[in-house]
Structures are given as structure tokens and as C-alpha cells.
């Protein structure tokens, strides 16, 4: 190797790092890989239905994309994203969501993540404190170790985040001289609890914002996918004090690969994030296929996504309820990916992984899910990349892999 040994190279990076990029270890989106998932019965990543991605009617999209934008739907774009998909997403979120919006309140990004990252690098130095909800999504968890900031988490409950525990939180940060950055709340089929958090909470989260003087990042992934019960309104449109982002994506709704999701949030926020995004513009060519294809078919996808993932989130239900173990209790999320599995106590879930692992199943053990690694006796099980029919025969070799680790530990099964 030109310039020395492979060793030598290593260690001359190790002194060329930056702090961030001295962390050590593999983040959980760095292990994400769709195709070797479809190998096993998959439970462990919130990966769209592979069979229900929209290829034909996004292939006629792009065909008009090209045909109405020949000059600029291959070109670079705006850095707060193209104008003639921030508006018809302005209009879906006005519809929908009942945000009421202007272009200099949004900013594309490429996915969810993307827009998390630039929050993260506006507001986040090392040993900031964010708060967020106990048990996370594992990426978030990631995306904040990296920055090195400090998260303090505010357990959950079945109505979603526990706004005495999340005032007591802030009082004791005031109490050190400590303002946390941003509060963090997934509203709607948390990731990975699957709970939603009730009207009357998401009001207090942002009262306690602004008596405290902190923000809101309000992460809504899941919005369009609910199979029961009424919609509610956005953390966002609750505001009264301009405290809150709301984060979104097309990810989960129109397809992934098209990594598109946006932020909405005040004017100023705004535009100090758009000088941090310096990629020459979001998914340009995406962008104006979304922008072509929104308006004629996202409200039947949509629906097609609710059959489908709905019939899928219902047979697990069934199945857990055959198959678990006594002692094992599981939420009933009304809408988007998953569904989180408590187990008894002398079950470690990640130590169980490799078991499961041999006999065609993969879940993501609940630890990582959590800022402090706890946990250990959860498991997300996410219903909606593998069949029905794996769905039905993944629980069911789940609940002998489980009743297996309980015999082994001496504990009726």
C-alpha cells in the first residue's frame, strides 16, 4: 500500500479525527441492510411492505417529472427544498395534519433523519441535554451519542409521555442551572412502544416548553398510517408559543428510496437550518416525482398502506396472544409499525437474539431503545416488512424460542 502499511494508515487517521468521528462502535442505522432482512422472518426494522411500494404509478410520476421540468428536475434546487414539492406538501399538511404553513416555515430534507441531524447541529454542543421519551427510537439514541450530547429520558405510560415525571424532569435541570435544548416526543404510534400520546398531554408538553424555555421536536413519521381511532391533532397546532418542530417523511407512506422528509418549524429556525444544509438541494429529481405524484395517488396508497398494514398489526395481536408465554404483555398500537413485547423478567432479550436468529427470526432486543441501556427483557417487533403468513409462523417460533429461555431458567413456561 503506497504510503505505508495498512497499520500505519490507521493510525495516522486516528490522529487526523475529529471528536465526532472518534466514536467507536457501529450505530444501528449503519447495520440496516433491507435484503439481507428478507432472508428471515423480520421483525426488527420498520421497513415498508416490499409488495405495496408504488412502482408503476411513481414510474408514470417520473415521466411527467421529466416531460413538464426538462430543465431543471436533473438540476441542482433550492436548499430549502423544490417549490413545487413544498407546495403540494404544504397543502397535504394543511389537509391532513391541519398545520397551517408558508414556504419560509419548511424545510426538505432527505428523509426524517436528515432533518434530525440538522436540528442536532443547530442546537446541540457536546454535554447539551436533551430530553425524551423512555423507551426512544434507537436511532435518535444514535444520532445524539454522535453529537455527544446527554440525553435525559421521562418514562411512558399508556397515554403516551408522563408529563408530571416530564415536569419534575425540568424542574430538577432548573433547579442545576441546566436548560435542556429540546424536548423529543414521537406523538402518534411511538417508535417502538407503538402508543400515542393523549390531546390533554401534548398541550402540557407545551405549556412546560415554554414555562421552561426549551423547544419541542415533535417527530410524526407514522401520522397518515392509523387503522383505528380518531386522528389528533399535531403537538404543533397546539402550540400557542411557536416552541415546536414538526418533523415528517415520505418514507413510510410513498417509499423510502425516495429519502424525503421535512421539517416545519418557525421562520427563523428556518433559516439557520438552511445554512447548515449545504448538499446543493434535497432529492431534487425525487422531489418533483413526489410533486407529480401526490396529488393523484396518495390518498388510495394510503389506504391500501391501512388494509394492509392493519390485517398485518391484527394477526400479530392474535398471535402474541396464542403464543406468548403467561407474564408476557404487550401494547395494541392503533396505527403505524410496531408493537412492543414486555416479558418476564429473567428474560434478556438480546442474549435470546442468536436462538431466535437460528431459527429464521429477527427482532431488535428493547435495550437499545433506551438512553440508559435498560430494558433488557423487551422486544420490538415491528409487523410491517414480513408477509402474513411469516407474521402468524414468526410469533409462533418466537413464543417456543421465549417458553424455552424460561425452562432453562427454571421458570414454568
Given at each position: 500500500m503506497a504510503g505505508g502499511t495498512a497499520t500505519d494508515v490507521t493510525e495516522q487517521l486516528r490522529e487526523l479525527l475529529s471528536v465526532r468521528g472518534k466514536g467507536d462502535g457501529e450505530t444501528a442505522a449503519a447495520a440496516v441492510d433491507p435484503r439481507s432482512s428478507a432472508e428471515c422472518i423480520s421483525f426488527i426494522y420498520g421497513f415498508p411492505d416490499r409488495a405495496s411500494l408504488p412502482n408503476a404509478s411513481v414510474a408514470e410520476a417520473t415521466q411527467r417529472a421529466l416531460a413538464q421540468n426538462p430543465e431543471w428536475a436533473l438540476q441542482y434546487g433550492k436548499t430549502t427544498g423544490v417549490p413545487e414539492f413544498a407546495d403540494t406538501l404544504l397543502a397535504k399538511l394543511r389537509r391532513d395534519q391541519h398545520i397551517v404553513a408558508g414556504p419560509e416555515n419548511l424545510i426538505v430534507t432527505a428523509g426524517g433523519s436528515q432533518?434530525?441531524?440538522?436540528?442536532?447541529?443547530?442546537?446541540?454542543?457536546?454535554?447539551?441535554?436533551?430530553i425524551c421519551e423512555s423507551p426512544t427510537?434507537?436511532?435518535?439514541i444514535d444520532a445524539v451519542k454522535t453529537v455527544r450530547g446527554r440525553l435525559v429520558d421521562v418514562p411512558l405510560d399508556a397515554d403516551g409521555?408522563?408529563?408530571?415525571?416530564?415536569?419534575?424532569?425540568?424542574?430538577?435541570?432548573?433547579a442545576a442551572g441546566t436548560r435542556p435544548k429540546f424536548i423529543y416526543v414521537i406523538s402518534n404510534f411511538q417508535n417502538p412502544?407503538?402508543?400515542?400520546?393523549?390531546?390533554?398531554?401534548?398541550?402540557?408538553?407545551?405549556e412546560l416548553a415554554a414555562e421552561y424555555g426549551t423547544l419541542v421536536l415533535e417527530d410524526d413519521a407514522y401520522h397518515d398510517l392509523r387503522y383505528e381511532g380518531e386522528h389528533l391533532p399535531p403537538i404543533y397546532t397546539l402550540d400557542e408559543h411557536g416552541h415546536t418542530m414538526y418533523l415528517g417523511t415520505m418514507s413510510k407512506i410513498m417509499g423510502a428510496?425516495?429519502?424525503?422528509g421535512w421539517l416545519v418549524a418557525n421562520e427563523e429556525i428556518i433559516r439557520r437550518l438552511a445554512r447548515l444544509k449545504t448538499d446543493g438541494g434535497t432529492s431534487i429529481f425525487g422531489s418533483y416525482?413526489?410533486?407529480?405524484?401526490?396529488?393523484g395517488q396518495l390518498d388510495d396508497h394510503i389506504a391500501k398502506l391501512k388494509e394492509i398494514y392493519g390485517r398485518r398489526r391484527d394477526l400479530m395481536l392474535d398471535a402474541l396472544a396464542e403464543h406468548m408465554p403467561e407474564g408476557a404483555t404487550w401494547t395494541r398500537p392503533e396505527g403505524g409499525f410496531f408493537v412492543w413485547l414486555t416479558l418476564p423478567e429473567q428474560i434478556d432479550a438480546a442474549k435470546m437474539r442468536p436462538q431466535?436468529?437460528?431459527?429464521g427470526i429477527e427482532y431488535l432486543p428493547g435495550g437499545t431503545c433506551y438512553a440508559d441501556g435498560s430494558g433488557k427483557n423487551t422486544i420490538r417487533l415491528s409487523f410491517s416488512f414480513a408477509t402474513d403468513d411469516q407474521i402468524v409462523e414468526g410469533i409462533r417460533i418466537l413464543g417456543e424460542v421465549i417458553r424455552g429461555e424460561l425452562l432453562e431458567a427454571g421458570t414454568p413456561a
Open positions: 432533518a434530525l441531524q440538522l436540528v442536532l447541529d443547530l442546537l446541540i454542543d457536546p454535554g447539551d441535554v436533551i427510537w434507537m436511532g435518535f409521555l408522563d408529563v408530571d415525571a416530564l415536569e419534575a424532569r425540568l424542574r430538577e435541570l432548573a412502544s407503538g402508543i400515542s400520546t393523549t390531546v390533554e398531554r401534548r398541550k402540557r408538553i407545551t428510496g425516495m429519502r424525503l416525482v413526489a410533486a407529480e405524484w401526490i396529488p431466535a436468529r437460528e431459527r
